[in-house]
């Protein structure tokens, strides 16, 4: 089993990158031994939108030092950036070939961020979902975690894959179709004034997310001013349809305390928010609070953070090598 997943170097990381992602990212590890997990900072796809590469820079080694202080292992997982490994667009550029335009035209994700200006859009956002696909074709991925809004991206990977191997592969499977991890519980925590959308670093306002740099009162703060509504908790799940705020609330202190909003609800049904919030202000404060010290720590060791991207690389273009030789083996390009 290989499992390869990465994360946009986009400015500090959230409570939904890591309840949703990052925590999911530390199990797999654990459970899977050294050298199965591979973890990448995706620089490449950063610059697919317009970007301040003095931010970019910066940004990546802060994700690297916030998934360290989260757990990852970089002696136990790969940790690396996109562009200290050439093969992913080597790989990408060979996968062209195969991706189809009406295949790239359908993507929910091109629409979005293209908007109405498509002519305008770079031609980086539109073929993104094919570096997608080299991201975990390159390193035989048997399994990718996914939220929901990239289930798509994986299924275009498939196909892709699935194409090469019909048209190059001559009987053999030049690339392993990778299978969805989708994480059962807390895999979509949403906005703290708005139970609605997704709890995202491109909100502007600072109040909808808890950041995992955010010391003790700042947390409190966030917690006590998320939107509710005047109604007390329901003693069972059911009570919260038709309620986004308090059920993201709730599902946040579930996952955080490894129980089950089932759980929760036994504990704090009939209650307000005037006694909910703080407990879970109190729990995210607790939990938090190490990971806040550990990256404050490592943040400031540039080169230890650059160190582990080199040690990373390394690795990963040693496992991407013999996929990229084959790749292009298949297509009968020479290489020396």
Known sequence: MRIVSGIQPTGNLHLG?????IRNWVRMQDEHGAGECLYFLADLHAISQPHQPAELASNTREMV????????????????????????AQLQW?????????????????KDKAGKNREGASVALFTYPVLQAADVLLYQATHVPVGEDQKQHLELAR?????????????????????????????????LRDGSAKMSKSDPSDMSRINLTDDADTIMTKVKKAKTDPEPLPSDKGGLDGRPEAANLVGIYAAMAGTSQAAVLAEFGGKGF???????????????????????????????????????????????GPTLDRAYRALGLVRG
């Open 17 to 21: 990158n890591y309840l949703g992602a």
């Open 65 to 88: 030092a916030a998934l360290v202080a989260c757990g990852i292992d970089p002696e136990r997982s790969v940790l690396f950036n996109q562009a200290q490994v050439s093969e992913h």
């Open 94 to 110: 060979l996968l062209n070939g195969t991706a189809r335009m009406g295949w790239l035209n359908r993507m929910t994700q091109w």
């Open 159 to 191: 196909d892709i894959a699935q194409k090469f191997n019909n048209d190059f592969g001559a009987g053999e499977e030049v690339f392993t179709l990778p299978e969805p991890i989708i994480p059962a519980e807390a895999a979509r925590i949403m906005s």
């Open 274 to 320: 005037g006694a909910f919030k703080p407990a879970l202000g109190e729990l995210l404060v607790e939990s938090l609070a190490p990971i806040n010290a550990r990256f404050i720590e490592l943040r400031q060791d540039r080169p230890a953070l650059d160190a582990i991207l080199r040690q990373g690389a390394a690795k990963a273009r040693a496992l991407a």
